[in-house]
């Protein structure tokens, strides 16, 4: 009669004591790098600002068009990165190209009749 071979265990054994210390410090140990991971991705973005150059000792940046002084079509800006700010130069290419992103600029034109 052929008997099947049991595997035998590693040898890790750990007692009851051990256990119930070592899972509270776990748990701990896990909140504790969520919530620094957190923080410190809340304050990376809070230093990173959209605008770095366009009119900063402006409280808030407000540009304002009439429509009838636009044209056939008027091209703004949305990357903050155009040297011709409030209207596109195409600076979002290199953005998007360095980044990832995906921004592109307003484009406000009259209706094809």
């Not at 409030?86 to 360095?98: Q, S, T």
Request: hydrophobic share 35%; aromatic share 8%; charged share 25%.
């Amino acid at each position: 009669m052929s008997t099947a071979a049991v595997p035998q265990s590693s040898g890790l054994s750990i007692s009851k004591e051990h256990f119930l210390v070592a899972v509270p410090v776990a748990l701990v140990a896990g909140v504790g790098g969520f919530l620094v991971s957190r923080y410190l991705q809340k304050s990376c973005s809070k230093k990173d600002q959209v605008n770095r150059t366009i009119d900063k000792d402006s409280p808030k940046v407000v540009h304002s068009f009439d429509m009838e002084d636009i044209g056939s079509k008027a091209v703004y800006c949305r990357c903050w990165k155009s040297k011709k700010f409030p209207y596109c130069d195409g600076a979002h290419a290199k953005h998007n190209d360095e980044t990832g992103d995906n921004v592109g600029p307003l484009i406000i034109k009259k209706k094809d009749p």
